[in-house]
């Protein structure tokens, strides 16, 4: 069991799919599981809740693996996708509006400005129902942000 803070990418080409145990990203711990794909009965009724590993593609063509919380919806807050860097991690979903400094710093841990960022795509890379789930993010897409 690790802190979730602390998941690096060597994490997750290590094991695809981690349970998350916490209230949020702050404080929560992931323990690797030998899963290879998920069900939506894996996550009935918030029983349980899996992170699974998420190849992103940057504007710029630039790779990076993260993860994200596989949901049949596709709705990104649902999804919530995290692009995990030696540095730390990249979210695009937030619950208050991050500040410029702290987005900033974020794109700074991909090696790149904003402009070279978006649009982000997305590729779980767990199945789950049967299905990859995928999706793009757009700037405009940032929830929380101002």
């Given amino acids: 069991m690790k802190r979730l803070q602390d998941l690096t990418p060597v994490d997750l080409e290590r ?15 992931v323990r690797a599981t030998a899963r290879t794909e998920l069900t939506d009965r894996d996550t009935d009724h918030g029983k349980d809740l899996f992170i699974a590993r998420t190849q992103f593609t940057l504007a710029n063509g630039s790779h990076h693996v993260g993860f994200c919380t596989p949901d049949p919806n596709g709705d990104l807050t649902d999804l919530q996708p995290v692009i995990v860097t030696a540095e730390g991690p990249v979210y695009f979903c937030f619950d208050a509006p991050p500040s410029q400094e702290t987005l900033d710093a974020q794109w700074l841990r991909l090696g790149v400005g904003h402009e070279q960022i978006f649009p982000v795509h997305f590729r779980c890379t767990v199945l789950f129902d049967g299905a990859y789930v995928t999706g793009t993010i757009e700037a405009d897409d940032l929830t929380g942000a101002a």
């Fill in 15 to 29: 094991a695809a799919v981690w349970r998350y145990d916490g209230e949020s990203d702050d404080v929560a711990h």
